[in-house]
C-alpha cells in the first residue's frame, strides 16, 4: 500500500515536552496537508504545503507550532512544550495539483495525549 | 434514513435501506465538495467529490447531491450495508482550501 503515512501511531507526552510527528504522503503528490481533530469533530485545516513551499498557516497554528517540508517529500509537525489543549489526532493528507481540486488522500492520522 | 447535518449528528438505518446525509455548507464560493468515510481510528476515506458546475453524481451505491442555491449537499448511500457504519463528512473546497463539517455517525442495524 502507498498511502499516506504517519507515525508514530500513538504518542503520549507530558505537559511541557516537545514532541515531533513525521508525514510520509503518496509519493507523487506535490500538495500535503497538516489537519487536527479532536473528538466528534470535523478536522480543521492547520497548514498546507505545495512542494517544499509553506504555503497557508491557519490562526489556530500557534507559535509553539512548526511545520517543515525540507526536500517536499515527507513532512514533520513539531510542537513545542506541549499543553493538555493540543491532545487531538494530528492527521496528515496528500494531493496531486492537476490544474483543478483534486481529493485529499488521508493518512490514519497520529493521537496525541499530553497528561 | 435521513439526516440534517449538524442539527443531527446520528442517522440509525436498517442493513438494506437507503440513507440521506445532508450537509449545510457556508461559502458560497466553494467550488468543489467531497464526501469522506471516517472508521473508528483511522483517517477519513475519500467516497465521492462533485464540482459546483454539476448537481449530481453517481458513483458505486453512493450519489452526491449539490444544490448551490441553497448551499446543501447531500450523500445518498443504497442499500446500506453493516460495513457502512461510520462518520460520514462533508468537505468544502475554495481553491486548496478544504473545510470540513463536524459529520454525521451512521449506524446501520442488522
Known amino acids: 500500500d502507498t498511502g499516506v503515512s504517519q507515525n508514530p501511531r500513538h504518542k503520549i507526552t507530558k505537559r511541557g515536552q516537545n514532541v515531533t510527528f513525521r508525514c510520509d504522503p503518496i509519493?507523487?503528490?506535490?500538495?500535503l496537508y497538516w489537519y487536527r481533530q479532536t473528538l466528534g469533530q470535523g478536522p480543521e485545516f492547520l497548514t498546507y504545503?505545495?512542494?517544499?513551499?509553506?504555503?497557508?498557516k491557519s490562526r489556530l497554528l500557534s507559535d509553539r507550532f512548526s511545520a517543515e517540508r525540507p526536500k517536499g517529500s515527507f513532512s514533520t509537525l513539531e510542537i513545542q512544550r506541549t499543553e493538555q489543549g493540543d491532545s487531538a489526532m494530528y492527521l496528515c493528507?496528500?494531493?496531486?495539483?492537476?490544474?483543478?481540486?483534486?481529493?485529499?488522500?488521508f493518512g490514519n492520522g497520529t493521537r496525541l495525549t499530553v497528561t | 434514513g435521513e439526516s440534517v447535518g449538524l442539527h443531527l449528528p446520528t442517522l440509525s438505518v436498517q442493513e438494506g435501506d437507503n440513507s440521506i446525509i445532508n450537509c449545510a455548507y457556508s461559502?458560497?464560493?466553494?467550488?468543489?465538495f467531497i464526501w469522506y468515510k471516517q472508521e473508528s481510528g483511522k483517517g477519513p476515506q475519500f467516497i465521492i467529490d462533485i464540482r459546483s458546475n454539476m448537481d449530481k453524481r453517481q458513483g458505486q451505491r453512493v450519489t452526491v447531491l449539490l444544490n448551490k442555491t441553497v448551499k446543501h449537499l447531500s450523500l445518498q448511500i443504497a442499500a446500506t450495508q453493516p460495513g457502512d457504519s461510520a462518520v460520514y463528512f462533508c468537505a468544502e473546497t475554495v481553491v486548496y482550501d478544504m473545510r470540513f463539517g463536524a459529520g454525521t455517525r451512521l449506524t446501520v442495524k442488522p
Open positions: 493528507a496528500s494531493s496531486l495539483e492537476t490544474g483543478a481540486n483534486s481529493p485529499l488522500h
Open positions: 504545503f505545495q512542494n517544499e513551499a509553506q504555503l497557508e
Open positions: 509519493s507523487e503528490h506535490n500538495r
Open positions: 461559502n458560497s464560493a466553494s467550488d468543489y
